[in-house]
């Protein structure tokens, strides 16, 4: 079982969570606790296993935390996610295949896309495809009916597994902290479009690419995780592409790893990882 | 204030500890534990602030846990080092040099060689050299002479910074898990003598090194922190064993550090290590 | 177009060649050449532009270099693969999505399974799977099952994506420095069954995989590629397995891609490989 | 014996090369040439072994080339640098022991600083150490003075190992090329004043160290080596900028070894660089 906790800092706060999971009988097998000083937050990762608990015990743990304190206990049930794709079907084959074999610690419900490009692949491991054009309707129909059918699944994250259309503040208002965006730069170098290109262009010696919360600010939102590569004068932007992909793949497997795994705080724009 | 605290596992050990930290008004900002549950063994390092406490803390917590548990509560004095070297200078020159400039984590006490050539090194940083030639005496007679040397400077650690001798199970069972060396491959590949030269014939892709304690079989001991290069076909044996160098220095400095900050556990011929 | 030229080393061989290809009025744009000099072997990779070019051009080129040396003049015909595979599916599945879209930068042509489990998988994606099972026959009818189907299909390189039969000398033999394994470790540490299980035993702190051609010494073939990734104490031997798989695939991508590009030479048993 | 060539791109360049090295008994024991075919620029790096050759190679290289080709032929004489220096410690002192140890690839003829922190450091290495305070002159004295002092010294290359002033385009233009940077962050992200403090607002995972040449856009000069190390949310602005150190120091060494080693070209603010 996981307990996640974010809350206001006090005293003596470790010493409240953990006799109750003691009276409990839970054994605290890993336990990674933070305090951010300059803001005054809290924030704890407990592993817990044996014991007997109902739900009584997050009743107790509230009754023993600041009154706006965040707690989630697990196991949930499984977490569900929409994506949101475009052409480019290196990310969502790997992830479809996870979630084919049963290794993505997560469900894919479905995929939405602004081209049909994809429908065939997500068509080989029977997962719905929803094709919404961004040339067939306005902007805000686009996004009414792409939040239609979010909202019809009821997914927990919503990932952009390369989504080349900018999300406005409206949906992105409605899906706080759950929508997770792969950035094909190390920002905060290159934000924006045609990353690449910019990299070849100023000779850098490494390229990689951000998963993040998306928020408002484009290509501003919470990093998750970040990876790079090495390249060097043989690389035309056309390879910086393709070598690129590799490492979008890689790091957005990975951010969706330690999201599934519970392991993500989300708090002014930055994020915990308890890797 | 840093405190370890290792011993035999139990329901509420998180719990008794923190309610005494709690009533000492300590108040805990980064807390990582971790339980061995092959071995039920229990592992905790604790970064707290504010509050007061005088020795009656330990003796608290000594109360509270299991009659053999390992409980270190810091600020000690800075920890002091003895160093071993033979004639390659670039472990020694970087531990050198954090030295002199107060950012080692612990205070070099002096250098035993068994050559001189590194003599010269040390007398520019006035630290203090003791030449002890594995030629001029047996080897229960040299070890006897560095054993006698590091006992008078009473160092809580013994570096092997690229120490060419195999130390005798007598003068390793004398320092158990106190002394740290560098080994030029990354163990277990290539234990033992001329690991570069092995590398090169095997025509592997990446070489490395591995800083661990010592203990009485051959470069079998805990590893404490391992890192890797890559290599290709253009590296000689002579150009390996330069290359390398890089990264023994590397990954010693960074073994040190972990020790040094108390965030290294010994058990079952391994560590855990709260980076 | 690529030119890979392997040969005993002599004195003026970049000059014969360079000079019959700018007779042909062919632009060298990138070219690495590289002479063991222990081995006294030459090995060139030319990638050269415009310029027209006809069989005469091999016939040429092999008129100015040692009788018998090695010449090879892409564009070939696109490459063409067999995977032999047990149960797992990552590495499979890596290549089968790279395959379908048309990056993989060879043609594959079939599956072979001593299990069942991973015809699924090739049916959605249409790849021909050949079920053998080791169980029904002997090692030698389970190879001459195997080799039928292979020379069946006149495969340039056969990659054991997770195959976990050891091969006869006799297979072997029949195709050298054609089979391409990958192995779950880090060679030359952890040789042979159960690698995992013994880093996790020996406290390693990183573990890696190595792609290398097939010999007839267990995991002793001539190295492509190797790559790691950090473990810690709070990783258990299955973990780390799971850990491993994302970089067997990735370390097994690299290999194919470096030798689906012509950029791998043998010899020896170690590779050059013009990255 | 290296000989490096950078010109205009033509057919026949390395045919024409390759045959005044074969007339002279020359042997091509490894060679890197690339071709920017966008900028239509030839560059190659050859290690030849063996024959005799006198001031006419180069004379007969020339009248092999283009007018305008950049040639160069080694051994020269070992290369020359001045470091300038602030306050901080760890690229200096990096730099001071290889140089003592004759392991730096090139001869450091003195230290310029504008404090006089570090005197110390180079007094106890024999090292000349020049004071030149930023403070007791207008920018234009002090630049006139340090140019003194560095003209007197005819230095190959000029470093700049922490060194925390801009420099003039005056003072740039007179070593065009020459003058090496380490700048604290993976350009181009966080150019310009403290970027560890931005890093840290940021919420990065990683941060990295640029090693380049000096150009007249602050931060804007061609990249020569680049690395990151990962950070999480346990680092502080001030952990970082420790941790950070370390990269700048390893980087900045990686940088002057390929440029010491004859393996940097530069163009169109960018550079080829064959490791």
């Given at each position: 079982m996981i307990i996640l906790i974010q809350?206001?800092?006090?005293?003596?706060?470790v010493a409240s969570v953990s006799a109750i999971l003691a009276e409990a009988q839970l054994n605290i097998v890993s336990m990674r606790e933070h305090v951010d000083q300059d803001d005054n937050q809290f924030f704890a990762r407990l592993?817990?296993?044996?014991?007997?608990?109902?739900p009584e015990l997050e009743e107790k743990l509230r009754g023993a935390l600041p009154p706006d304190a965040f707690i989630n206990i697990n196991p949930l049930p499984q977490k569900k996610v929409m994506l949101l794709v475009t052409k480019e079907y290196h990310c969502l084959a790997d992830i479809l295949i996870r979630n084919h074999f049963g290794t993505l610690g997560a469900t894919v419900l479905?995929?939405?896309g602004n081209h049909t490009v994809l429908q065939d692949i997500c068509d080989r491991f029977d997962m719905p495809f929803f094709h919404i054009s961004h040339e067939d309707w306005s902007k805000e129909e686009f996004e009414t009916k792409i939040t239609g059918i979010i909202e019809q699944h009821s997914p927990d994250y919503i990932v952009l597994a390369k989504f080349m259309r900018i999300l406005s503040?409206?949906?992105?208002a409605k899906f706080p902290s759950r929508i997770i965006n792969i950035h094909h730069s190390f920002l905060p170098a290159f934000i924006g479009a045609n990353p690449y290109k910019k990299a070849f262009e100023r000779g850098v010696k490494l390229i990689g690419a951000t998963a993040h919360f998306v928020s408002n600010e484009l290509d501003e939102g919470p990093i998750i995780a970040q990876q790079i590569i090495p390249v060097n004068h043989s690389f035309t932007a056309a390879s910086m592409v393709k070598a690129g992909?590799?490492?979008?793949?890689?790091?957005?497997?990975k951010a969706l790893k330690m999201v599934f795994e519970d392991r993500v705080f989300v708090y002014r724009n930055k994020t915990v990882v308890f890797e």
């Open positions: 809350c206001k800092d006090q005293v003596g706060l592993e817990v296993s044996n014991g007997h608990y109902g479905g995929v939405i503040p409206a949906l992105v992909k590799e490492i979008e793949t890689s790091v957005l497997a």
